[in-house]
Nanobody, 124 residues
Framework: VQLQACGGGLVQAGDFLRLSCAASGLAFSSYAMGWFRQAPGKEREYVAQIRRRGGNIYYADSVKGRFTISRDNAKSTVYLQMNSLKPEDTAVYYC??????????????????WGQGTQVTVSS
């Protein structure tokens, strides 16, 4: 399984970014996909998840209303649209995959497959 995340960068507060994560080596449409982030000196933090058919979307309270997770099963890709970015959104963002299951899975230990991360830096 390979998850390749991209789209990070350096932006100013209030700007937007769109992260992408291309998956290979798995039956993408059978997997739930998630995004996590990790800021320097902090633990990895749950951001959002989406079930295999695009339903049952969950967000962390810190990003709700600003971030949107989506997926394109034909392209085996999951996206994270990040609007109204804040300096506190600065982190390395990771995509993750797990066999599809109902409910919220906010613990990183619940996700067996991980991408390499993409850096997002938001300046004030």
């Amino acid at each position: 399984v390979q998850l390749q995340a991209c789209g990070g960068g350096l932006v100013q507060a209030g700007d937007f970014l769109r992260l992408s994560c291309a998956a290979s080596g798995l039956a993408f449409s059978s997997y739930a996909m998630g995004w996590f982030r990790q800021a320097p000196g902090k633990e990895r933090e749950y951001v959002a998840q989406i079930r295999r058919r695009g339903g049952n979307i969950y967000y962390a309270d810190s990003v709700k209303g600003r971030f949107t997770i989506s997926r394109d099963n034909a392209k085996s890709t999951v996206y994270l649209q990040m609007n109204s970015l804040k300096p506190e959104d600065t982190a390395v963002y990771y995509c993750a995959a797990k066999h599809d299951a109902p409910g919220l899975q906010p613990q990183s230990s619940e996700w067996p497959y991980w991408g390499q991360g993409t850096q997002v830096t938001v300046s004030s």
